[in-house]
């Protein structure tokens, strides 16, 4: 099955710097990517994907970046706010209608002000 | 509004009673998922079904157990609760196919918090 590893587990920026986050995959069938962000409390919620016949992704301060060969794809956020303090969830899956979603295992953003 | 409910939010009970808790979805998906989720940590999948009377088991052990009678409703029970089961557990739906050239992402519940002393 799919195994997806996620690093770092926590990460910490000063307000205004970019934060990235790493993710790698094993299954090359793969081809759908998203992230989710999960504030404390609250529930998680999609911030972008992107799927595999695309390279790069950007919504404002936020861009997915996905290399197919290298089986691996990245969170890139920019110009950091304190608001953007969560967890961050990467996920892999495959098309076909009985596949699941793998997640990695999450990194704890905290940006300073 | 279409969304996905969770009750109850909170629950404190104790060692050995039975309990069930409550997930249902207006989106019209076929998919719904059960995560246990410690505060802050990674996402455990414990049970998922494909549509009305499929159910499968997740990458995590559980003790408890699901149904599927109608397509917006996927109940968790626990039959005897025990301390090592206070967790959130976290309901979740999603379409089946990915490309239908529509939204896939999985809608997360506000999940329930489970205390058993």
């Known amino acids: 099955g799919e195994n997806v590893e996620q690093h770092p587990s926590t990460l910490s920026v000063q307000e205004g710097d970019s934060a990235v986050i790493k993710c790698t995959y094993s299954d090359s069938a793969s081809n759908y990517f998203p992230w989710y962000k999960q504030e404390l409390g609250k529930r998680p919620q999609l911030i972008i994907d992107?799927?595999?016949?695309?390279g790069e992704k950007k919504d404002q301060r936020i861009a997915v970046t996905l290399n197919k060969t290298a089986k691996h794809f990245s969170l890139h956020i920019t110009e950091t706010q304190p608001e953007d303090s969560a967890v961050y969830f990467c996920?892999?899956?495959?098309?076909?209608?009985?596949?699941?979603?793998?997640f990695g295992i999450g990194t704890k953003l905290q940006v300073i002000p | 509004e279409a969304d996905i409910y969770q009750t109850p939010r909170y629950l404190v009970i104790g060692t050995g009673k039975k309990i069930t808790l409550e997930c249902s979805q207006t989106?019209?998906?076929?998919?719904m998922y059960w995560y246990q989720q410690d505060p802050g940590m990674e996402l455990h999948l414990i049970h998922y079904?494909?549509?009305?009377?499929?159910?499968e088991k997740g990458d995590l052990s559980s003790e408890s157990t699901v149904s599927r009678i109608r397509t917006e409703h996927f109940p968790l029970t626990l039959e005897s609760a025990r301390p090592s089961h206070t967790s959130q557990y976290l309901c979740?739906?999603?379409?089946?196919?990915?490309?239908?050239?529509?939204?896939?992402?999985?809608?997360f519940g506000p999940g329930t918090r489970l205390t058993v002393t």
């Open positions: 989106m019209g998906h076929d998919k």
């Open positions: 996920a892999a899956r495959r098309s076909g209608g009985y596949q699941k979603v793998t």
């Open positions: 979740a739906s999603s379409e089946m196919f990915l490309d239908r050239g529509i939204p896939y992402e999985q809608y």
């Open positions: 992107i799927r595999s016949n695309v």
């Open positions: 079904s494909y549509g009305v009377n499929s159910t």
